[in-house]
C-alpha cells in the first residue's frame, strides 16, 4: 500500500494563479482532511470529509475549495491564489470509527505565492 | 472550541539526556490525544495514541506519555534521547465520540539533540 499520496511535491505559483492539490489514499478511509503548516502555527485545519460526495470546512477554510468525487481522492483548489497562501499543505485519511482514530499523513506539498 | 498548548517551543539537549515535553489542552469534555513528530523534511508520523484506559502510554521508539486528566495535561517522555530524536513534536487533541473535525494541533516542539 502507498498509504496517503499528494501531488505535487513543490509548486510555485503567481498571485491570483489558480491550482488544485491532489490528495490519494489507497486504505478505504472513510475520512480525509487537508491541514496547513506554518511556521511556528502548528497545523491548521483547512477542510475535511467524512465520506464521498461531503465536504465541510475547518479552523480556515478562507481562500480554499475542496471536493471528495471519489473516495480515495480528496482535492484541494485554489481559485486566486494570494501570498498569506504559501505554506506547506499536508493531507490525512481516517478509517470510520464512532470517534476519531488515528489519523495517517501525506508527505505534503509546498507552495509558495509570488 | 478545543485548544492545545505546548509549553516550549524549541528544547537543546545532549544526547543520554532525559526528554519531556509538555502538553496541555482546553476542552471541558472527553478527548483523545495524539503525538506526532515530523523528522525533518519528512511527513507526520504517530509517536502515540491515548483513548481511554492506563492513562501511561507507550509509543513507538521509547517515547511514552501521561494522560493527567486534573491537570489537562499529556506530556511526553523519554528517558534517554538520541541523535535520531531531532525532529518536530506536535501534541493533538480530538474530541471523545464527537464528529469527524479533524485534529487540533500544538504549535510544536522543535527538539534538537546534540552528540
Known amino acids: 500500500n502507498a498509504g496517503v499520496t499528494q501531488t505535487p511535491k513543490f509548486r510555485v505559483l503567481k498571485t491570483g494563479q489558480s491550482m488544485t492539490l491532489l490528495c490519494a489514499q489507497d486504505m478505504n478511509h472513510e475520512y480525509m482532511y487537508w491541514y496547513r503548516q506554518d511556521p511556528g502555527m502548528g497545523l491548521r485545519l483547512i477542510h475535511y470529509?467524512?465520506?464521498?460526495?461531503?465536504?465541510a470546512k475547518g479552523e480556515v477554510p478562507d481562500g480554499y475549495n475542496v471536493s471528495r468525487l471519489k473516495k480515495q481522492n480528496f482535492l484541494l483548489g485554489l481559485e486566486s491564489a494570494a501570498p498569506s497562501q504559501t505554506s506547506v499543505y499536508f493531507c490525512a485519511s481516517s478509517p470510520i470509527s464512532h470517534r476519531v482514530d488515528t489519523q495517517y499523513f501525506g508527505p505534503g506539498t509546498r507552495l509558495t505565492v509570488l | 472550541a478545543q485548544s492545545v498548548s505546548q509549553h516550549n517551543h524549541h528544547v537543546i539537549l545532549s544526547e543520554a539526556a532525559s526528554l519531556e515535553l509538555g502538553c496541555n489542552y482546553s476542552y471541558g469534555g472527553t478527548v483523545n490525544l495524539f503525538w506526532y513528530v515530523q523528522y525533518p523534511g519528512q511527513h507526520l508520523q504517530l509517536l502515540l495514541k491515548?483513548?481511554?484506559?492506563?492513562?501511561l502510554v507507550k509509543g513507538i521508539k521509547g517515547f511514552e506519555a501521561e494522560f493527567i486528566k486534573s491537570k489537562f495535561s499529556f506530556n511526553l517522555r523519554k528517558p534517554s534521547v538520541q541523535w535520531s530524536d531531532t525532529a518536530e513534536y506536535f501534541c493533538a487533541v480530538t474530541v471523545s465520540g464527537g464528529g469527524a473535525d479533524g485534529l487540533t494541533f500544538g504549535k510544536g516542539t522543535h527538539l534538537i539533540i546534540q552528540p
Open positions: 470529509s467524512v465520506g464521498e460526495g461531503t465536504t
Open positions: 491515548y483513548f481511554s484506559g492506563d492513562p
